[in-house]
């Protein structure tokens, strides 16, 4: 890859890359079930009964460290997302949802990949960066989208 001319066509290729994100987004869902459905009939899920035209929520980040999905789930593992990967999520279509799924999923998620592909390589081909507070816990909060309570503090190094 000429990291100078970076073009789509190579950005298809940079799996583990595709992977991380994947794995960033299954770790860190933005939307924690911001998008409510109305149900059209009634459901029974086990001892659950949804009646007819309840409001049902999805949470998007629970899923994403659901056992029955993911091997490990409290692990950060990119490579659970390799082509090929025999993790019970692949068997799963409706297992990895940080942008929903099925018809009425985001229309933006494939331009989001090609732009945070896009963005962490032009990052890394400048900068090396280390945290500020080597102790530094991560603790995320809500307001619209799942955000970290306490600031990143990083420090950039020009390459």
Not at 82 to 111: D, Q, V
Request: net charge positive; with cysteine.
């Amino acid at each position: 890859i000429n990291f100078d001319k970076i073009t789509t066509e190579d950005l298809a290729h940079l799996k583990y890359i595709d992977a991380f994100l994947k794995e960033v987004l299954r770790y860190f869902a933005p939307t924690i079930g911001l998008f409510p459905r109305r149900a059209t009939a009634t459901h029974k899920l086990g001892d659950l009964t949804i009646l007819k035209g309840s409001m049902v929520n999805v949470g998007f980040n629970i899923v994403g460290f659901n056992s029955n999905f993911f091997d490990q789930p409290y692990e950060f593992r990119p490579e659970r997302f390799f082509e090929g990967s025999t993790e019970k999520h692949t068997k799963y279509p409706y297992s990895f949802l940080s942008f929903s799924a099925g018809p009425r999923n985001c229309i933006g998620k494939y331009l989001s990949f090609i732009e945070g592909k896009t963005i962490l390589l032009n990052f890394l081909k400048r900068y090396s960066f280390k945290f500020s507070n080597p102790d530094y816990q991560l603790r995320n909060g809500l307001r619209f989208l799942q955000e970290p309570v306490d600031p990143i503090k990083v420090d950039l190094i020009k390459l």
